[in-house]
């Protein structure tokens, strides 16, 4: 601070007033605020990491990833079945039943309904009237398409374990404990727990015989 000598007064008086000295008392109070909302910036984006980081865990450990993939596969291949089941297989059998449009027109009436007929035209007809059915076209339907998908699961599960076999085949190896298929870099079986940490190709065939 800096200070004058009057000529007429021996006084020193000060250049600041106390409005300056007020204005740069609040220039000093920013600061302290400016850093605790840094800190707490700070601190949410610790925070923010962390769970970025337990999530990824989470999904790379659990095969959510792979089980929504099987999912939508499965759900796309159930379609793809049940179109071939009803365009494709469908159509020549209804060639060998006359009067039917699908098969669920093929049912058998085992009580009348309100109406009191003994034959109805589809098997909407026949529940709106109250009756009761043996709906053995649906079944049959049904049936056929069980044994489509069935068959379809099983043909793509072989050729999809047959090409993960081989293309896993360079980076994994199977436990000598549990035979479990684990990372050929692995100590210890993810399985089983057992200890592997004799992983030479040597020791593990010794193990295995």
């Not at 200070?3 to 000060?14: A, G, I, L, T």
């Amino acid at each position: 601070m800096e200070y004058r000598k009057n000529s007429s007064d021996v006084v020193d008086q000060p250049l600041v007033s106390a409005t300056d000295v007020k204005s740069s008392s609040d220039k000093i109070n920013v600061r302290p605020n400016l850093t605790k909302v840094l800190s707490e910036v700070g601190k949410a984006g610790k925070h923010a990491h962390t769970f970025y980081y337990e999530f990824k865990r989470y999904v790379i450990t659990s095969r959510v990833v792979d089980t929504g993939i099987a999912y939508v596969m499965g759900r796309s291949l159930q379609y793809m079945v049940r179109s071939f089941v009803n365009d494709i297989l469908i159509p020549p059998l209804l060639c060998a039943l006359p009067g039917a449009q699908t098969l669920n027109d093929r049912f058998v009436v085992i009580r009348p309904g309100k109406s009191g007929a003994k034959t109805y035209s589809n098997l909407q007809n026949a529940i709106k009237d109250g009756a009761i059915t043996i709906n053995y076209g649906r079944f049959a339907q049904e049936t056929i398409s069980f044994f489509t998908v069935a068959v379809a699961l099983f043909q793509l599960l072989h050729v999809l374990s047959a090409f993960f076999k081989w293309n896993l085949s360079f980076d994994d190896r199977d436990c000598p404990y549990c035979l479990s298929v684990i990372p050929n870099r692995a100590t210890r079986c993810r399985h089983c727990t057992a200890d592997l940490t004799l992983s030479s190709p040597e020791t593990r065939k010794s193990i295995t015989h």
